[in-house]
């Protein structure tokens, strides 16, 4: 399993004890998304802007961003 993945597992494992920072929280949501990226890039194409794929990182709209850190399950259900 990709260590991304794992990490974030563990992120929504502890959010109930407030044990990560909301920054640390951004770096682990941007983590997963790339990592979603990378092995599943059939499902993520569809939130690109850019097809350059030297410009992932600028890929990612805001609206999804906002979604994401407003709703991490939002990650590990809907897609």
Do not use: G, W
């Not at 502890?14 to 951004?26: C, G, H, I, S």
């Amino acid at each position: 399993m990709n260590e991304d993945i794992i990490d974030f597992q563990i992120y929504l494992d502890a959010r109930n004890l407030q044990e990560y920072t909301k920054r640390t929280y951004f770096f682990i949501i941007i983590s997963f998304y790339k990592s979603l990226n990378i092995t599943m890039p059939h499902i993520m194409n569809k939130y690109k802007k850019n097809t350059n794929p030297e410009n992932t990182d600028k890929a990612l709209p805001k609206k999804l961003l906002r979604k994401m850190v407003n709703n991490a399950v939002f990650l590990c259900y809907d897609l």
